[in-house]
């Protein structure tokens, strides 16, 4: 290998060049406008020097590529950037305006529906009881005749998504439900072509409890653990399980669903999917609910039960803390298996945190490894029932735009995307 005649070193400053010139031409092979896109969404490029310098695309194919970013609207101009003498550069920024997403979390007994930016921010909300059992037809037209209202109070922007939660199983990959015992008529019934059909944008459907972990998780504890299980009791019981900053939902989609594991001295009550002492039917607000009726209590929500425990009632505390105990033992077993940094309570029942959490950790702590405990924290959720909606939103995002989507999204849209 030639020495380099003024630094005496190896290899040769012309090889060096070489190189580098390599890797430049190999960043523009790869810099798609979506790669600008991302670059500057997550902030490493915000000028088109900037963008040039980092993916060594000449200046007249980063201009090409800004101007069809800024036409579609993805991306926008600012004026306000630092002036070294003469005229300060443009900079560039994400256009959380430039569009909006149709987000709902449909729930056994209460559902929120939103329009967000694409920073999956709520521009427009509206929270409905809905009865999902009346089957995807009654349901789904309610629901896409409020977005269409929400819509209407907000202004004109192209809709790039839809993203939706239901209480049941769902297949992701088709976003199909599959559930023979909660919204039984919706069985097998694809739910994407059904909103497509209305809005024309990729559809995106999951399980509710794991769409509210991705709102919790990306909300409040993103920058700080990717490890986190989230558990709703409410109506039912059901978990959300993030892994490495992931929702894992598992091969078919059936993760997280400890609502239909057995707990010890469950009494022979008989859960919904058949079996006996299913955490369900012991733990959920329903079964609070049967059990204080069984003892003569005018009891008709969870709201009444909320309020039995703020009042100090002791005969439903002390239901609650047995409850907490219960749960807490297959949160032991989740916890030992998983080894979150953090497990997020969410629900109604959330609302009487502090006595279901005694009964939690409680159990926890006793049967969990003391490794797995260690730092351990038992939260309750801190969106509340947002988190749903924030999830709906983030699910959606997480998938349109990806530079490979917003690529696909610009051949499909040679020219600017139509307001509504």
């Known amino acids: ?5 003024v630094f005496g070193q190896f290899p040769c400053c012309k090889q060096v060049w070489l190189a580098v010139q390599m890797v430049r031409r190999s960043h523009s092979v790869l810099a798609s406008s979506g790669e600008v896109f991302r670059l500057i969404r997550n902030g490493e490029a915000v000028t088109r020097a900037d963008i040039g310098r980092v993916t060594g695309l000449s200046r007249p194919a980063v201009s090409l590529r800004v101007s069809e970013l800024l036409d579609h609207g993805f ?30 979390s449909l729930g056994a007994s209460r559902t929120q529906i939103a329009v ?70 919706w069985t097998g019934v694809a739910i994407p072509p059904l909103i497509a059909r209305r809005y024309g944008v990729p559809v995106f459907v999951d399980n509710d409890v794991n769409v509210i972990a991705v709102g919790e998780h990306r909300a409040v504890y993103h920058d700080e653990v990717g490890d986190m299980l989230f558990v709703k009791i409410s ?37 919904r999917c ?30 009444d039960v909320v309020a039995l425990v703020r009042a100090g009632d002791a005969e439903t505390m002390a239901l609650v803390r047995r409850a907490g105990r219960r749960l807490g033992e297959v949160v032991a077993s989740a916890v030992n298996l998983l080894n979150p940094a953090v497990v997020v309570l969410g629900g109604d029942m959330a609302d009487v945190f502090e006595h279901l959490v005694a009964g939690v950790r ?18 309750p959720s801190k969106l509340g029932p947002g988190a749903g909606v924030t999830g709906c939103a983030a699910m959606v995002l997480d998938e349109i735009l990806t530079p490979e989507a917003v690529d696909t999204w610009l051949a499909g849209n040679p020219e600017p995307a139509p307001l509504r």
């Open 1 to 5: 290998m030639k020495k380099c005649r």
């Open 75 to 104: 991306v926008v101009e600012h004026t306000d950037g630092p002036s070294t003498g003469g005229r300060p550069p443009v900079r560039l920024g994400f256009n959380a305006a430039g569009g909006v997403v149709l987000a709902a």
């Open 116 to 185: 967000c930016d694409l920073a999956g921010e709520p521009v427009a909300a509206a929270e409905l009881t809905i009865d999902v059992e009346q089957g995807p037809d009654t349901v789904l037209t309610l629901l896409m005749d409020v977005w269409d209202d929400l819509l209407g109070q907000i202004p004109a922007a192209p809709i790039r998504g839809v993203g939706l939660g239901v209480p049941a199983t769902v297949e992701f990959a088709h976003g199909r439900i599959q559930s023979v015992r909660v919204m039984a008529s």
């Open 235 to 271: 109506t039912r019981v059901g978990a959300g399980v993030i892994s490495g900053g992931r929702i894992q939902r598992g091969a078919l989609g059936a993760a997280g669903e400890i609502g239909h594991i057995p707990v010890r001295d469950g009494d022979g009550v008989l859960c």
């Open 274 to 303: 058949g079996n006996v002492d299913c955490l369900d039917a012991l733990v959920s607000g329903t079964a609070l609910l049967a059990q204080l009726v069984a003892r003569g209590r005018a009891v008709d929500s969870l709201a």
């Open 362 to 379: 409680e159990v926890v702590y006793q049967r969990s490894t003391a490794l797995a405990t260690r730092n351990l924290r038992i939260t």
